[in-house]
C-alpha cells in the first residue's frame, strides 16, 4: 500500500542505500537517497511527512554529528540509526539524545518497518503539535507586551490584587487587561488562559 510518508536514507555504501530502497518501496513508502549527511542537510525538505534512516558510521559527517546538527536545529525529522554491531552503543546513546530508534545491519525487515513505522507516526504527531503551537503562537502575537506580562501572571493563578501588587498598576487596569486578554486568546476565564499556556509550555518540551 502507497503511503505519502518518504522516508530518506543516509548511507555512504551505494548497495546498502539501494538495497534499503528496495525494500521500501516494496512496503509502500516514497524514498529519497544520500550518500552524505551533509547534502541530506542542505537539500531534504525536512518537514515532509517521513524519518530518516541514518548510518552511524560515514565520512566527512557522521551520523551522530547530522544527529547533533538537527538537535541543534529543532528539527522535528525523527532519526532511525542504521548501525553495526559494534556501533550499538554508540547508537544507544543516540536514542537517549532523541534518536526514535535504531537497527542494526543487516536489518531485519519486520523489525525495520516497524522502526519506520514508529517514526513516521511521532513525526506526524511533531507535526501536528507544530501546527498546533503556531496557531496558539498567532493568537498570543496579538497581545500586547503588558497584556503578555498580564496573562502569565493570570497563568500561574494570581488575583487581580496580587498582579496589580506586582506589577505597580490599579486593580482596574488588571481587570482592563483581564478583558483584552480573554477576548483576544478566545478565552472565557483565567483557567483557560492558565490552561492555554500550561498546554504551550508541554507542547514545548514535547517537541525537539
Not at 496573562?151 to 496589580?164: E, F, M, R, S
Amino acid at each position: 500500500m502507497t503511503t505519502s510518508a518518504v522516508v530518506r536514507i543516509v548511507d555512504d555504501d551505494p548497495l546498502v542505500a539501494e538495497s534499503l530502497r528496495f525494500l521500501l518501496e516494496i512496503a509502500g513508502y516514497r524514498v529519497i537517497a544520500f550518500d552524505d549527511a551533509r547534502t541530506f542537510l542542505q537539500t531534504d525538505d525536512h518537514t515532509q511527512l517521513g524519518c530518516v534512516i541514518l548510518d552511524i558510521r560515514m565520512p566527512e559527517m557522521t551520523g551522530l554529528e547530522c544527529q547533533q546538527a538537527m538537535i541543534e536545529a529543532h528539527d522535528d525529522l525523527p532519526i532511525v540509526f542504521l548501525s553495526a554491531h559494534a556501533d550499538v552503543e554508540m547508537a544507544v546513546e543516540a536514542v537517549q539524545k532523541g534518536a526514535s530508534g535504531f537497527v542494526v545491519k543487516p536489518p531485519k525487515t519486520p523489525l525495520l518497518l516497524a522502526e519506520i513505522q514508529k517514526a513516521v507516526a511521532l513525526h506526524a504527531r511533531r507535526l501536528s503539535l507544530r501546527a498546533e503551537v503556531a496557531s496558539t503562537q498567532a493568537l498570543l502575537n496579538h497581545l500586547t507586551p503588558a497584556e503578555m506580562e498580564t496573562a502569565h501572571l493570570i497563568a500561574k493563578g494570581l488575583t487581580n490584587a496580587d498582579i496589580a501588587s506586582l506589577l505597580g498598576i490599579s486593580e482596574g487596569t488588571v481587570r482592563h487587561r483581564r478583558m483584552s486578554i480573554s477576548e483576544k486568546l478566545d478565552a472565557q476565564n483565567a483557567v483557560e488562559v492558565g490552561e492555554l499556556f500550561h498546554w504551550l509550555d508541554a507542547c514545548q518540551k514535547e517537541l525537539p
